[in-house]
């Protein structure tokens, strides 16, 4: 790590990473998770944290490297590690939501996670995968080149990741607790983050603002990720392009903008070039809330692009930096712009022979309040429970074993193998929807795929209450996205717009407010897989299935056998 730090300014924090390069090799790494002292907006409270930092760790490994991570839980809750976006070969017990692919790891127990990064290059992340920890238990994953590549564009002088996150000033666990025990919505949070800082425009933050150096005429490389619990974020950096060459961990067909827009879970890889005035510039994120109505946060977080040919202020005065002009929180057509920006370097093999045509819509529900109820367990809009679902089933976790572990013992009774295809009702979806489709079935159901099979998924947004941008995470795999649109999908006209040539690979989509995506991929990798919205406030209500995907021939086709360390339920 190398830093530079201007000494006017020498109680500002200064995050600075260079490029690491190494030989394939293991990397071993301990995470105690546990509880620590944190002060944020002029609040000390006890946060969750790993290894007493926040956010935690950046690890950085080279494509080929493997990974070896003993997760110690010292705090009062359940955790669980989920390494966002990693392809998890094979090895889809390393790959960490709770009673999905693993039982949680009980306060004071431990588990190793094992797991090798094959074919992937750029920023992913890893977060806890349990509860509402994610808010403060999350990190940097950063995947250099093999020994010997190199980029695919010129090598930038130096790499920062800016984590953006969310900041409760209370418990986000009790945040989540009491949003369940009473049916509403769960308070939005009071600060946004970068690199676990909200910046000067809060109270109390003037000292601990995060500062990003950069030499005049230097191009560098912002890795941003989105590690906000609930809320899509635009981010700008005053007066500066920004030009994207990666997302996901797979490089795109750079492009240059003003400002990303990012759902949470996803990572964008930008190159700055310094080419202003020497100076101070601020790099600000935002909400995006595309949801009519709904609260959120409307604050606004900072770090500070400086230069370090800027001058030093007079004793005693402070040069307020530039300030970027931010897109309106509900503009969807700025969103929508950069979403559909991105492009794959070259041609990429889209399957074209589908075998499973599937059609899911996600969204919101509403729930009646259960007969004999208290009121105060009802305290969602007239009287019910808010509640979401995936084609009218809002999936429900189960807690004596986790999936992967019923399906490889051939457990009865802890999930159903008949997720549906495709909605049981067709109604419109972005219209106006009868109250009677309000109110989805709780379950516990997966969709089936033989190994090698291809899927074709239409993701539809509805209505159901408000529309809203559904970042859709589906884990084990990366996926082709075809196209995106507003309003009902529409095969007959809306499969011209497929993109068959080089659309882009990610593993988190955006699902535009009142809209579709599409999206495909090849099951090649056996398992129980996840796919959620990445809003934690949906996953908690239920907007989540799972795909289960069998094993093939031979054992570089079936998934290995579980660590004898795996945690038990």
Not at 191 to 220: F, R
């Amino acid at each position: 790590m190398g830093t530079y730090m201007c000494m006017c300014m020498s109680l500002l924090l200064l995050v600075l990473f260079t490029t690491a390069t190494a030989t394939a090799k293991v990397h071993y790494h301990d995470f105690v998770v546990q509880a620590t002292p944190v002060k944020r907006l002029c609040k000390a409270q006890s946060a969750i944290t790993v290894n007493g930092m926040y956010p935690g760790p950046t690890l950085e490994v080279n494509n080929g490297d493997t990974l070896v991570v003993n997760v110690v839980n010292r705090a009062q809750y359940n955790v669980t590690i989920h390494w966002h976006g990693v392809r998890q070969m094979r090895t889809g017990w390393a790959d960490g939501p709770e009673f999905v692919t693993q039982c949680p790891i009980r306060p004071g127990g431990s588990y190793t996670y094992r797991f090798t990064i094959q074919g992937q290059e750029g920023t992913l992340w890893w977060h806890a995968h349990s509860s509402w920890l994610r808010a403060t238990v999350y990190g940097a994953l950063i995947i250099h080149p093999k020994d010997g590549d190199s980029y695919p564009f010129p090598k930038p002088t130096r790499q920062t990741p800016l984590l953006l996150g969310e900041w409760w000033n209370s418990n986000p666990i009790d945040v989540v607790r009491q949003a369940t025990r009473t049916g509403a919505s769960p308070n939005v949070s009071d600060a946004y983050t970068i690199n676990g800082q909200p910046g000067d425009l809060y109270s109390c933050s003037d000292k601990d603002t995060v500062i990003v150096p950069v030499g005049s005429g230097e191009t560098n490389l912002l890795r941003v990720v989105n590690s906000a619990l609930n809320q899509q974020l635009f981010f700008k950096v005053a007066n500066h392009k920004l030009t994207v060459v990666g997302a996901d961990a797979s490089y795109v067909k750079p492009f240059t903008t003003s400002v990303l827009m990012l759902g949470p879970g996803q990572t964008t890889d930008v190159l700055i070039t310094a080419n202003q005035a020497p100076g101070r510039y601020y790099i600000a994120a935002r909400a995006y809330a595309s949801a009519q109505g709904a609260p959120f946060d409307n604050t606004t977080t900072t770090a500070i692009l400086e230069y370090k040919s800027a001058p030093c202020p007079a004793k005693g005065a402070k040069i307020k930096p530039v300030m970027p002009t931010m897109p309106a929180f509900n503009d969807t057509a700025t969103a929508s712009a950069f979403t559909t920006s991105f492009r794959s370097p070259r041609k990429v093999p889209v399957p074209t022979n589908i075998h499973h045509n599937l059609f899911f819509t996600v969204g919101l529900g509403l729930n009646n309040c259960p007969p004999g109820a208290s009121s105060s367990t009802c305290q969602g809009p007239n009287g019910t429970r808010f509640t979401a679902s995936m084609n009218n089933v809002s999936f429900q976790l189960p807690s004596s074993f986790s999936l992967l572990q019923a399906h490889q013992q051939g457990i009865p009774g802890v999930f159903t193998r008949d997720f549906p295809a495709a909605p049981p009702v067709r109604f419109d979806y972005t219209g106006n929807v009868s109250r009677s489709l309000w109110q989805p079935v709780a379950g516990t159901k997966v969709y089936p795929l033989k190994f090698g099979e291809s899927v074709q998924l239409v993701l539809q947004g509805t209505s159901i209450f408000t529309a809203e941008n559904h970042p859709i995470h589906l884990h084990g795999y990366d996926f082709y996205i075809l196209a995106e649109g507003f309003g009902n999908f529409n095969p007959s006209r809306d499969t011209a717009k497929f993109n068959l040539v080089d659309p882009p690979l990610r593993n988190t989509a955006s699902v535009p407010v009142g809209g579709w995506t599409v999206i495909r991929f090849v099951a090649d990798n056996p398992g129980v897989w996840l796919m959620h919205c990445h809003l934690d406030v949906h996953i908690t209500w239920g907007l989540a299935m799972a795909f289960l995907v069998e094993n093939g021939v031979g054992e570089l086709q079936t998934l290995e056998a579980p660590p004898a360390d795996l945690p038990l339920c």
